[in-house]
């Protein structure tokens, strides 16, 4: 009976050196990793949460947005809310567009991200109540803040395109 050959391995083969625990995990697939490497602090905090959020927006929720833009743009001349009322009719009309069809040189993910900031505007689920004065548009005002940074380039060219 022949004995079964033992498994030595070799000085030649590589060895995996261990992980050491200060070496990050594998990057995810998604936009948060590359998120994460570039911003520090609570401003990389924000921009997780809303691009975690934006994985969950599909077309409903983009049309939510659509047919709440009324209510968005009356929120976003309030308050701490006032200096984004341009940048807000601007993304709502970035995304208007995409969903007719008229706009579509954006990923979707920018889209989704745009979709679910401002559908967070429209959500009675704040963090902050809206009705605490001087305190209820703070968060909001974050949400679209961290929005604008993801989104700025593509907001960019869109307001270009759309000039020309």
Do not use: W
């Given at each position: 009976m022949?004995?079964?050959?033992?498994?030595?391995?070799?000085?030649?083969s590589?060895?995996?050196?261990?992980k050491?625990?200060?070496?990050?995990?594998?990057?995810?697939?998604?936009?948060a990793?590359?998120?994460?490497?570039?911003?520090?602090?609570?401003?990389l905090?924000?921009?997780v949460?809303?691009l975690?959020?934006?994985?969950?927006?599909?077309?409903?929720?983009?049309?939510l947005?659509?047919?709440g833009?009324?209510?968005?743009?009356?929120?976003?001349g309030?308050?701490?809310?006032?200096?984004f009322?341009?940048h807000?009719?601007?993304?709502?009309?970035?995304?208007?567009?995409y969903?007719?069809?008229?706009y579509?040189?954006?990923?979707?993910g920018?889209?989704?991200?745009?979709?679910?900031?401002?559908?967070?505007?429209?959500?009675?689920?704040?963090?902050i109540?809206?009705?605490?004065?001087?305190?209820?548009?703070?968060?909001?005002?974050?949400v679209?803040?961290?929005?604008?940074?993801?989104?700025?380039?593509?907001l960019?060219?869109?307001?270009?395109?759309?000039?020309s």
């Amino acid at each position: 009976m022949a004995t079964p050959k033992s498994r030595k391995t070799s000085p030649a083969s590589p060895k995996r050196a261990p992980k050491r625990a200060s070496q990050s995990p594998a990057p995810r697939r998604g936009a948060a990793p590359a998120v994460r490497s570039r911003v520090a602090g609570a401003d990389l905090d924000s921009r997780v949460l809303l691009l975690e959020a934006a994985a969950k927006v599909g077309e409903a929720e983009i049309n939510l947005v659509i047919r709440g833009s009324k209510e968005i743009e009356e929120k976003a001349g309030r308050g701490l809310l006032a200096p984004f009322l341009n940048h807000v009719r601007d993304l709502l009309a970035l995304v208007t567009d995409y969903s007719r069809g008229r706009y579509r040189a954006i990923p979707l993910g920018s889209i989704a991200v745009i979709a679910g900031a401002l559908g967070y505007l429209l959500s009675p689920m704040d963090l902050i109540p809206d009705f605490i004065p001087g305190l209820g548009l703070v968060d909001d005002a974050g949400v679209i803040g961290a929005c604008l940074k993801v989104v700025r380039p593509q907001l960019e060219r869109y307001k270009a395109a759309r000039r020309s």
